[in-house]
Every structure is written in structure tokens, then in C-alpha cells.
Nanobody, 113 residues
Framework: QVQLVESGGGLVQPGGSLRLSCAASGMIFSAYDMGWYRQAPGKQREWVATISNSGTTYYADSVKGRFTISRDNAKNTVYLQIDSLKPEDTGVYYC???????WGQGTQVTVSS
């Protein structure tokens, strides 16, 4: 059974940083492209970043230069480093296996002073 569990969210001041983690199980993690998405209050879920199974990374224009996606195949974990946080980064962050309809439960990120 495939399972994705996000963690690392929290309340942070503007300009701060967070590192989100997504631990995967029930799958051959290294074989799959993984993605991060977010959903702000009252808005649709949007794609943030993808890391391919070979480590190539892709980012939404809105987060380029501030977000870094990475993976540790030995730990079956994908990460999202978020720097220079802005209030508009507030939302629930989800990880996803890009080729499958499997999502984690999400982790809340709130950016506020």
C-alpha cells in the first residue's frame, strides 16, 4: 500500500525558512518522479516543483530561486526547502507521485508576522 507522509510545516515569519519532508512507503521510491504542490486558502491546488527519478528538477516560476526540491532515495524521502518565505506562500503543501494519483495528507505552512 502506497503511503506518503508530509511533515515540517509550521508558523514562520516572513523571510524565514522551512524544510518540508515527504516520506514514502509501499513503492519503489527511486523509480518515480515526485512533486510538491500547495493549496492556499480559497484557491485551487497548484504545482510547485518536481524532481525526476534521475534528479532533474523543475519549478513553478513563482517559486524559482526560493524553493529547492531534493530527494534521498536511501531514505525514500523527498524534501522541499523553502527560503525567503512570503505571506503568499501560506497554504497546505502536498507531495505526490507524479505518475500516480497518490497524495499525502499535507502539511500546513503559515507565513505571518
Amino acid at each position: 500500500q502506497v503511503q506518503l507522509v508530509e511533515s515540517g510545516g509550521g508558523l514562520v515569519q516572513p523571510g524565514g525558512s522551512l524544510r518540508l519532508s515527504c516520506a514514502a512507503s509501499g513503492m519503489i521510491f527511486s523509480a518515480y518522479d515526485m512533486g510538491w504542490y500547495r493549496q492556499a486558502p480559497g484557491k485551487q491546488r497548484e504545482w510547485v516543483a518536481t524532481i525526476s527519478n534521475s534528479g532533474t528538477t523543475y519549478y513553478a516560476d513563482s517559486v524559482k530561486g526560493r524553493f529547492t526540491i531534493s530527494r534521498d532515495n536511501a531514505k525514500n524521502t523527498v524534501y522541499l526547502q523553502i527560503d525567503s518565505l512570503k505571506p503568499e506562500d501560506t497554504g497546505v503543501y502536498y507531495c505526490k507521485i507524479q505518475s500516480m494519483n497518490y497524495w499525502g495528507q499535507g502539511t500546513q505552512v503559515t507565513v505571518s508576522s
